[in-house]
């Protein structure tokens, strides 16, 4: 056996390695380490006969009293399939982890157990899952299991993806198709850029905070990203101009009106159409005005929907997305995913991911996600590698009593 661990890799050499592994994926990628900056962090590697046949970057949190934990995002990336080459990277791991006073070493890998289809979820797991596990249990790591809710690991195990498949885009279902059109009809149109559209962006997360009460991320972070991904990070930006469509509504309102006043009373049937299109047309002014009078009477774009999405090697991970829920009926999030598909499959992007799901799929976030008739990937989920065992039992105990 001529392996060599280290502890520094090249940038170049490092991200060439990941981005051509079949797990390739963000979190894995070497300038994440600059995203995490309340880390610590090391980048390793394993060389056979001065090869690299493994790499994966090292996140590195202090805790009290002098102790750390290690954390491999989404890694490491090597052959699972190659015991001597896991055990290994995990024995010099450890090693390495004594000198930060580590208790545990968690890693989340990305191996799928299980892809299908969100109507034809099932439970089965893939022949190679009983081998990884085992692997695995040899060199004393213990998985925390087939979680099924998202809060129950570090990582989502349920990821929702759209495969740059042909045909993928007719492949949509048809009312999301007609809710494309909606946004169309609508006049939503798309910005596409980096770091210059970061300060909307953060306005409309803002309000997706408050709307659903949860806390994201402030413009800081998001600028962050745009400035460390660069032209590998986007952001889609839906913009209406409802000037302009106030314009239109008032414009065709005038013209309803004449029509009516020429129709003849007995035709009942007529007026009636035209007094439904009056009153359609009289509540979208309505609401254009309550618009209009917070933004101005301006003849501008305003936006009203983005997503902040990063590509690294042949993957594109949609990170963060915001939207103003008064223009929640111009429907602008299913253009705009849409959008950011076809941007990442344009660069070579062989999937996107949409984020997280819950294993039970059946909340809100997984029907909003089915709009885009994407796959469920079923990863193996968490590990944790006790460095320290006896002072890691005692930290899993004390996490467990304050968890109740």
Known sequence: MNYRFVTNINKNEYDAFVQSSPYVNLLQSYDWALIKHNWKHIHTGVYKDEKLVGAGLVLIKELPLKMSMFYIPRGPILDFKDKELICFYFEKLKKEAKKHHCLFIKFDPMIHVNDYKSYEANDNKYKDTDLYLNIFKEIGAQHHGFTINIHESVQPRFLSNVYNEEGWMDNLPKHTKRLIKDADKRNVRMICGNAELVDEFSRLVELTEERKHISLRNKEYFKLLMDTYKEDGVIF????????????????????????????????????????????????????????????????????????????????????????????????????????????????????????????????????????????????????????????????????????
Request: charged residues 30%.
């Open 237 to 404: 930006l839906a913009c209406t101009n409802v000037y302009q469509l106030n314009e239109e509504a008032s414009k065709k309102y005038e013209e309803l009106m004449e029509e009516k006043s020429k129709t003849p009373e007995n035709a009942k049937k007529k007026l009636r159409r035209l007094q439904d299109q009056l009153n359609s047309i009289s509540k979208d002014m309505n609401e254009y005005k309550e618009i209009l009078d917070e933004f101005g009477y301006e003849d501008q774009d305003i936006a009203i929907a983005g997503i902040l999405s990063i590509k690294y090697g042949n993957t594109c991970d949609m990170l963060y997305a915001g939207m103003d829920k008064r223009f929640k009926k111009f429907m602008p999030q299913y253009k705009e995913y849409v959008e950011n598909f076809k941007w990442a499959f344009d660069k070579g992007c062989i999937w996107s991911s949409m984020g997280g799901v819950e294993g039970t799929l059946d909340d809100g976030l997984t029907k909003f996600k089915d709009n885009f008739n994407p796959t469920i990937n079923e990863l193996i989920g968490e590990f944790d590698l006790p460095v320290n065992k006896m002072l890691y039992n005692l930290s899993q105990i004390a996490y467990k009593l304050l968890k109740k």
